[in-house]
């Protein structure tokens, strides 16, 4: 039976608010808050994390609209933004410690509890700290930059009467042209790598690539530097526009070349030493569901091949990474046969490390076109 309370002769039906309720819709837009504020800080606008949460919320619209395979190239996914926004992100214990008591945060420790003079040096036996290595440092020196100026060792002056009369056409765009270098890197919580200064980014780098292929080997090159990656997520849409209408005006190409960098963490992985210069290793990259699948991987492993043989060691341990059950668009590899997606570098190389490379690039290039 119900209880009513009578005021001014009128019942009156007494209902009592969930607390539990309130509690549980405050911490529900909090959550939703940080999760969107996590997904929105980042370049790549969080695409992957939210058709992972829509497919794990309806099933049934993850084969017929929402292909996680597409987005894959993304680094960014639905478990990282969740830690992230749970605040569970670069747990450590040094980081537990110093937060909760100031003494830590003011001194290193070493091993035999004494003041250490380096913050490469072990901070206490039971737990390790963010150690800086040589091999994580990158310096760009004058020296460094002089380089660019020399000659560089790769270079054949004998091919460029070879390749001269033969009339042969190069393209070269980006479709992440924001691409940044480490240098470009603004922060230690930025990890994005993006600048569109040219100076540190993916055009500069495919700049030097283009002087050397015309001025060397008198290779004819159209760079486009159009910017594809304002919006991430669209960018194979605008890049594959900007292919389309070289093709519609020049027809295809003995070489079409997107340009990028890779990600890394661990630079003693990713730079080659030659001639007394650290150069920036590389690699190519295909996709599963592009119809020039067979013919671009044949292209990719005979770029490969010319490098091994000349310079060992320039390209990565894994030659060719193939995306399946493939990337946006085919990474626009339907286009051409022609076509190479080329990763020059990564993050942990510098500027000037991908910009040499790009002179030793122009050699393969030219080795590979003078019996085209």
Not at 103 to 126: G, M
Not at 246 to 269: K, V
Not at 332 to 356: C, I, Q, R
Request: hydrophobic share 35%; glycine share 6%; charged share 25%.
């Amino acid at each position: 039976m119900r209880r009513y309370e009578v005021r001014n002769n009128r019942p009156v039906n007494r209902k009592k608010i969930n607390i539990g309720y309130i509690v549980l819709l405050i911490i529900v837009i909090f959550f939703s808050y940080r999760f969107f504020t996590v997904i929105n800080r980042r370049s790549e606008r969080g695409s992957l994390p939210y058709v992972q949460l829509l497919n794990f919320s309806m099933p049934v619209v993850e084969v017929q609209a929402y292909d996680e395979g597409v987005y894959m190239e993304n680094k960014l996914d639905l478990k990282e933004v969740v830690i992230e926004t749970l605040g569970l992100k670069n747990i450590n214990t040094y980081g537990i410690i110093s937060n909760e008591v100031k003494f830590f945060k003011n001194i290193k420790i070493d091993r035999d509890f004494s003041i250490a003079e380096s913050v490469s040096k072990p901070i206490l036996p039971f737990f390790s700290p963010f150690e800086v290595s040589e091999n994580s440092v990158i310096r760009v020196t004058d020296e460094d930059l002089a380089q660019l100026d020399q000659v560089s060792e790769a270079y054949d002056p004998n091919l460029k009467s070879v390749l001269e009369g033969k009339n042969l056409k190069v393209l070269i765009y980006n479709t992440h042209s924001q691409e940044g270098y480490y240098e470009s890197k603004t922060g230690p919580d930025d990890d994005r790598f993006r600048s569109a200064n040219e100076d540190i980014n993916v055009m500069g780098a495919a700049s030097v690539l283009t002087k050397e292929l015309e001025e060397g080997y008198g290779i004819t090159v159209i760079q486009d530097k159009t910017i594809h990656d304002n919006n991430y997520n669209l960018c194979y849409d605008l890049s594959g526009e900007t292919l389309q209408r070289y093709l519609n005006e020049y027809g295809d190409f003995d070489l079409i070349i997107d340009f990028h960098r890779d990600s890394a963490t661990d630079r003693s992985t990713v730079v080659a030493n030659m001639n007394g210069q650290n150069l920036a290793r590389m690699m190519f990259v295909t996709a599963e569901n592009s119809t020039n699948l067979e013919a671009n991987t044949n292209l990719a492993n005979e770029l490969a091949d010319i490098s091994d043989g000349l310079f060992p060691g320039l390209v990565r341990d894994k030659r060719i990474l193939q995306y399946s059950p493939g990337g946006i668009n085919g990474f626009n590899m339907s286009f051409s046969d022609k076509s190479v997606v080329w990763e020059v570098g990564t993050t942990m190389n510098t500027s000037v490390e991908a910009k040499l490379t790009a002179k030793y690039i122009a050699r393969i290039i030219a080795e590979y076109l003078k019996d085209k």
